[in-house]
């Protein structure tokens, strides 16, 4: 399958913070994404929370006791029970959208995706502009076996996001575009995730996931050689990417 990074927030941004302050058609298998240098060193689908939280900082605090046994659940892998926590940290703070980011990751991580497309949808009334929450309903959708409508979620992720700063590479942009464009070659249309692709890479060069889904989606174009750079290009960049499954 194409690679899409995982729910958010994983556990290398958990860890960095206590210190500071599956499906669908493709070429290659899961791979990790490597995203911005200066928040995450790692992240990737495997994690037990996913993918990373550049966004977490600007969301209410919470100190919840619930939410706080349900991270560390969740940290370690126990899905189901810090998901259990995390809505019981709702029941204390129904409008808190971190909690809600978390429970949906954790529904995501553990293969629960209608019940996290629920939970996301409770969080997108109460801020339908969040672009983690958005993230995690492209996720859960595409991993549901719906594209198409995940597509229209990672569309509204990179219109939330917006351009970065323009000072060098935007990591993160690179990363919303690559994920749509996963969806968008689950959907059959590939011409569409193609150009998401290229805009990943042009977001920043150097982000290697990018080129390996460029490559998947040529090589359901039919077109191998190309498809065979890239997805080389990409693993040069990072290693760390699986191999075609």
């Not at 669908?24 to 200066?38: E, K, M, Q, W």
């Not at 595409?142 to 597509?151: D, I, Q, S």
Request: charge should be positive.
């Amino acid at each position: 399958m194409l690679a899409d990074g995982g729910a958010w927030p994983n556990k290398q941004a958990l860890s960095r913070r206590r210190g500071r302050s599956k499906g669908g058609r493709g070429f290659p298998g899961t791979v990790r994404a490597r995203l911005s240098r200066d928040r995450i060193q790692r992240a990737g689908a495997t994690d037990k929370i996913g993918a990373a939280a550049p966004f977490e900082d600007l969301m209410p605090a919470c100190n919840n006791r619930h939410y706080i046994r349900g991270t560390r659940l969740h940290r370690i892998g126990m899905l189901d029970e810090a998901a259990e926590f995390y809505a019981r940290a709702l029941r204390d703070e129904p409008e808190n959208i971190r909690v809600y980011v978390r429970r949906g990751a954790a529904l995501v991580d553990g293969g629960r995706f209608d019940e996290a497309a629920e939970c996301c949808a409770k969080a997108l009334s109460l801020d339908p502009r969040c672009v983690p929450v958005l993230m995690n309903m492209g996720l859960a959708l595409r991993r549901a076996g719906r594209p198409a409508e995940a597509a229209e979620y990672y569309g509204r992720a990179i219109d939330g996001y917006g351009a970065g700063s323009g000072a060098g590479p935007d990591t993160d942009m690179a990363r919303l575009y690559s994920n749509m464009g996963c969806a968008l070659l689950d959907a059959g249309r590939n011409d569409e995730a193609l150009n998401c692709c290229e805009k990943a890479i042009d977001a920043d060069p150097d982000f290697g996931i990018g080129y390996v889904n460029k490559g998947a989606v040529l090589h359901e174009l039919g077109r191998l050689d190309e498809a065979a750079k890239y997805i080389h290009a990409g693993r040069t960049l990072d290693p760390s990417h699986a191999r075609p499954s």
